[in-house]
């Protein structure tokens, strides 16, 4: 297998996420980001790294990176195997993101990052409570690889298994917590209880409204929006092709990443879709968004 293919697989078998949204002010917009240059002429170029955005666009600042060529020093913070998937903590102040096998923690301005230690094979998608002290995370486990729904406190300890064959977590600010078993959205208390299923037609990567009473989700890449008990459920046929679906804070705005075309910014009901972030393919060149978040500001 050549160097570009592999790496381009690394990047599209990450783990699908799933977050919710806090309530409060819109501040940046974290999302993961790699690119890969590979010139006719001298090495490939491979950086992966978190960044962050003001909503209103402009220059984004890289807040980590790890940039690896060939024949050189690794340059940057490497120590994480990739960085995808961000989630800012409640208050705002901290990210959660896929290191790789296991997770990490880094403080919002991009200072000081600590590794978790995994809870299985590939630990991924994770998000905080609404009270900050504790995650929500899927990870495979066992020789088939399929993912379990876990919670633990921030720093990996304290852990307990919610469901089996469950993936794409998202905890609301009212406490329950959404998740995707059987390609059907189902949510579950973090004690254990009340396992509920709430789709039936499919249901990919919910995300909970700021104030937890509405879910945004996937079904055959179009956002679709349901009550927080099933019902009231309305397809937003303008955001088509979507890998994954965020609120903003204040609830006007939702936050999609499209496939093979980068970030958007869109009105709750669809319409008015900005682009923030471009991705861009070319015959030796690779840059792509891997996962998104907004920053609750209180």
């Not at 890969?36 to 790294?49: A, K, Q």
């Not at 879709?273 to 840059?287: C, K, M, S």
Request: aromatic share 6%; with cysteine; proline share 7%.
């Amino acid at each position: 297998m050549g160097r570009t293919v592999a790496i381009v697989l690394l990047v599209l078998l990450a783990t699908a996420p799933a977050a919710g949204a806090f309530p409060g002010r819109n501040g940046l917009i974290a999302y993961g980001w790699t690119t890969l240059d590979e010139p006719e002429l001298g090495p490939f170029r491979y950086s992966d790294g978190i960044r962050a955005l003001k909503p209103g666009g402009g220059a984004a600042r890289t807040l980590r990176q790890c940039v690896r060529s060939p024949g050189l020093p690794d340059a940057g913070d490497c120590a994480p195997s990739q960085y995808a998937d961000p989630s800012w903590s409640p208050d705002g102040t901290r990210i959660v993101f896929d290191a790789g096998r296991a997770l990490a923690l880094l403080d919002g301005d991009g200072g000081a990052l600590r590794l978790l230690p995994p809870r299985g094979e590939d630990d991924g998608e994770p998000v905080f409570s609404p009270g900050g002290s504790r995650l929500a995370v899927s990870t495979a486990r066992g020789a088939d690889g399929a993912r379990e729904l876990w919670t633990s406190d921030v720093y990996g300890h304290r852990a307990r298994r919610l469901a089996a064959n469950a993936a794409s977590p998202s905890w609301s600010e009212r406490g329950a917590i959404a998740f995707v078993r059987g390609g059907q959205v189902w949510t579950v208390r973090p004690d254990g209880r009340g396992l509920r299923q709430l789709t039936r037609r499919g249901g990919l990567r919910p995300a909970w409204s700021p104030h937890g009473s509405r879910i945004a989700f996937l079904r055959r890449g179009t956002v679709n929006v349901m009550n927080a008990d099933g019902g009231g459920l309305r397809a937003l046929r303008a955001l088509r092709g979507v890998e994954q679906v965020r609120w903003s804070p204040d609830g006007r705005r939702l936050l999609v990443e499209r496939s093979e075309a980068g970030i958007e910014i869109a009105n709750r009901d669809g319409s008015g879709a900005r682009l923030i972030v471009q991705d861009a393919v070319g015959a030796t060149y690779n840059y792509a968004a891997r996962g998104v978040d907004w920053q609750p500001l209180r």
